[in-house]
């Protein structure tokens, strides 16, 4: 049975770009989001294995929502997406609770690599 | 085996163990409520005695065992130490300093003192009546005092393509987390987040019930690492451990040297770009200028490599505070801020003292005692204040007190006996306490005696380039602010040119340059300049040599103290490297070292103070 993600981008070219990488390689995308407040609503409402978590988004950014997310239910399991030379946003969403990261631009192979590895990792 | 090559690691290692524990203990004595501390003192004495049984310095290793299991009775209750127990931990510290201190001196480390370790072992059959823990110092033979499982080293190598290393070794380390205990990091969390791994490795120290199989593991549940290293302890114990450190420890020696030599290619490339200004080439020119920014880049990086944080001296101050106010029978909350701030190492040693005068002043005059404090309607803890900083090129240090202040008119009456005349500007005060004549008639009825007199941290700060700033208020407080270039090494100075020769004056003790009217002069080698009048010194009578013609002057001013010098020709201000003199210059004359301009020529660097200073030079 595929892992279901729930993708969080507030760009839609990274929303398609994620889902074109998860389909079919053991992932299912169980919906997608734009915003943080979005993410936490639908992280209640669809109960996702894993999250992908861009950082800067209107309304609420990923740091924000990771923290909310991880205070509800510390077993989720959240990918930070973050653009190059954000490595000191990328340790505050880690601190905040997410699992781990993966830098843009992606490589499919390691989008693929970082999120089966997140969903072995011990929460 | 031959342990000696281990010995700067060794040294360096079980030194840093050292300040951390003895910084740790004050803080937690401070702020009883921080049991977390606990973990951490009990790591760095954890670390002290592995380090020193792998070297085996036998009575250093046991004296840290027992200390960690005194501190092991707190852990356990996970509650602050009573003051026999800090007293005893504190004084331990003492010990294993002294013993560190003649292993750098190439002696044994020698025995404890056999009453230290008598009243250690009391206190620890009072925590522990029945059984007791285990006279060996081996890692292994304490299973009542921790939990199960073995202390294990995993080396983490983060994968060469991953864009962001801290963040991933930050990952792992949360990862590990989950199998054991962190026992420590390196880098710490606090350095990666500061953006810190060298190597691309992380090393943890995790106590864990995780076989090594089963550790290795962790490379499958972590994305973009290279490679999982598990060793055992006793690997660690061997001393092999010593070559595999994730950082490279540097000796300051060497540090010195490449600080030096790089002083020597900076002159160098400034000869070169003189060169290739002067000739149309413009290859030249091309290739000279990048060398000047590889060169500058370079600088740079090593001017980084002599920054050490600034916890060094407060660590220090940390307990210096304590040990005073306990013995003054005052009570005091000494609050450091900044101590992450990172300065040259040659500023720490320049600081070290007048620091730790200025906090024995507060203590001793500023601070009241709790009886008067409460009269004055102050709380009876009194407050210290450190704080450390950085503003562009400068370093900046305040100390300030919430103590009694300083009584200007007192110190007017005083200067008065002592014939002294208060110069008529904002900071006559801290003119007049920081001259050695007002500092050492006031040592005699203070406790300062066994430090340096204000005049001393005058100079010290001075010397490096820097200046103090004191202000008080009565029954309020009293607070200094120190401020001095970043970089000891590269000195803004004020080239003058005379008989031929050219010499180099601290641009920081520079007032102003003025062109000399002929025949001013008094008796006395003085001069009148409109109502001033000035002490003079022409350069050609310093010098010796044939008289020449003094047209400009140059109003230098250092410890409270005024100075027309007069010189042939001013040429400007220039940035240069200095280097400190020699034995043979030091003799020669006030010089305070030397110096190389762009196009090879040498110059001489005065000592302003040794001119300045009474009964001087001329």
């Known amino acids: 049975m595929a892992a279901r993600v729930l993708i969080v981008d507030d760009a839609v070219f990274m929303r398609n770009t994620l889902k074109e990488i998860f389909t079919g390689h053991g992932f299912e995308v169980a919906g997608e989001a734009s915003n943080g407040v979005e993410a936490v609503e639908k992280f209640r409402e669809l109960k996702p294995d894993l999250i992908t978590m861009d950082i800067v988004m209107p309304f609420k950014n990923g740091i924000d929502a990771t923290r909310e997310i991880v205070g509800e239910n510390p077993a989720a399991k959240i990918v930070i997406c973050s653009a190059l030379g954000q490595e000191s946003l990328v340790m505050e969403a880690i601190e905040a609770g997410a699992s781990d990261f993966i830098v843009k631009p992606f490589k499919p192979e390691r989008v693929l690599e970082v999120a089966r590895k997140a969903m072995l990792a011990s929460r | ?618």
């Open chain 2, 1 to 618: 085996m031959d342990m000696s090559k281990y010995r700067p690691f060794f040294l360096s290692d079980a030194a840093e163990h050292l300040e951390g524990l003895e910084r740790e203990l004050v803080a937690l004595e401070q702020n009883p409520g921080e049991t977390a501390r606990l973990d951490e003192i009990f790591r760095h004495l954890h670390s002290l005695k592995g380090l020193s049984a792998s070297m085996q310095y036998v009575s250093m290793s046991r004296l840290a065992h027992r200390l960690e299991d005194l501190i092991e009775v707190s852990r356990q209750k996970k509650t602050t130490p009573g003051a026999e127990h800090f007293r005893l931990l504190l004084g331990g510290v003492d010990i294993l300093r002294g013993q560190l201190e003649k292993v750098r001196q190439n002696e044994s480390p020698g025995e404890t003192p056999v009453e230290f370790l008598a009243e250690l072992e009391s206190q620890l059959q009072r925590a522990h009546p029945t059984g007791g823990f285990s006279p060996s110092p081996a890692l292994e033979a304490r299973p009542q005092a921790q939990p199960a499982g073995s202390v294990w080293r995993v080396i983490l190598v983060v994968d060469r393509e991953c864009l962001a290393p801290t963040a991933r070794a930050m990952v792992a380390l949360k990862q590990l987390e989950h199998l054991g205990r962190v026992i420590s990091s390196q880098p710490s969390p606090e350095h990666l987040r500061a953006g810190e791994l060298p190597d691309r490795r992380l090393v943890v120290e995790l106590q864990s019930d995780c076989t090594r199989e089963q550790l290795l593991a962790v490379q499958q549940k972590l994305a973009e690492i290279e490679s999982v290293q598990v060793e055992s302890p006793q690997a660690t114990a061997t001393g092999v451990q010593g070559l595999q450190l994730p950082t490279v420890r540097v000796e300051t020696e060497l540090l010195d040297f490449f600080f030096d030599s790089f002083s020597e290619l900076v002159i160098m490339l400034g000869r070169l770009e003189n060169l290739g200004q002067q000739s149309s080439d413009p290859c030249l020119l091309r290739e000279v200028n990048r060398l000047g920014r590889l060169v500058r880049r370079l600088y740079q990086r090593i001017a980084e490599v002599r920054l050490v944080p600034v916890s060094l001296l407060s660590n220090r101050l940390a307990r210096a505070c304590r040990d005073l106010a306990r013995s003054l029978g005052k009570q005091v909350e000494l609050k450091i801020e900044g101590e992450e701030v990172k300065f040259d190492r040659s500023l720490i040693e320049v600081l070290d003292a007048p620091l730790l005068h200025l906090l024995r002043n507060s203590l001793g005059h500023g601070i009241e005692t709790p009886a008067q404090r409460r009269a004055a309607g102050k709380s009876e803890v009194g407050r210290i204040r450190v704080v450390f900083a950085r503003a562009g090129e400068r370093a900046q240090v305040l100390l300030e007190d919430d103590g009694a202040g300083i009584d200007e008119e007192k110190v007017k009456q005083k200067a008065a006996q002592l014939g002294m005349t208060i110069p008529a500007r904002r900071d006559w005060l801290w003119e007049i306490i920081s001259r050695p004549a007002f500092s050492t008639s006031e040592k005699a009825d203070q406790l300062s005696g066994r430090g340096v007199g204000l005049d001393a941290v005058r100079h010290a700060v001075e010397q490096a380039g820097g200046k103090i700033r004191l202000e008080t208020q009565i029954g309020r407080g009293t607070s200094f602010f120190i401020e001095l270039p970043l970089s000891v090494a590269i000195v803004p100075l004020l080239l003058v040119e005379h008989g031929g020769a050219l010499l180099g004056l601290p641009a920081s003790c520079v007032q102003r340059v003025l062109a000399l009217p002929s025949g001013q002069r008094t008796a006395e080698g003085r001069m009148v300049l409109g109502e001033q009048e000035l002490d003079f010194l022409a350069l050609s009578r310093m010098l010796g040599g044939e008289s020449r013609s003094e047209a400009e002057g140059v109003l230098l001013e250092a410890a409270g103290r005024q100075l027309l010098l007069g010189v042939e020709h001013v040429l400007g201000y220039r940035q240069l490297v200095a280097k400190k003199p020699g034995r043979i210059l030091g003799r020669l004359g006030p010089y305070a070292g030397t110096a190389v301009l762009g196009d090879g020529r040498p110059l001489l660097l005065l000592d302003v103070s040794q001119l300045l200073a009474p009964g001087g030079v001329g």
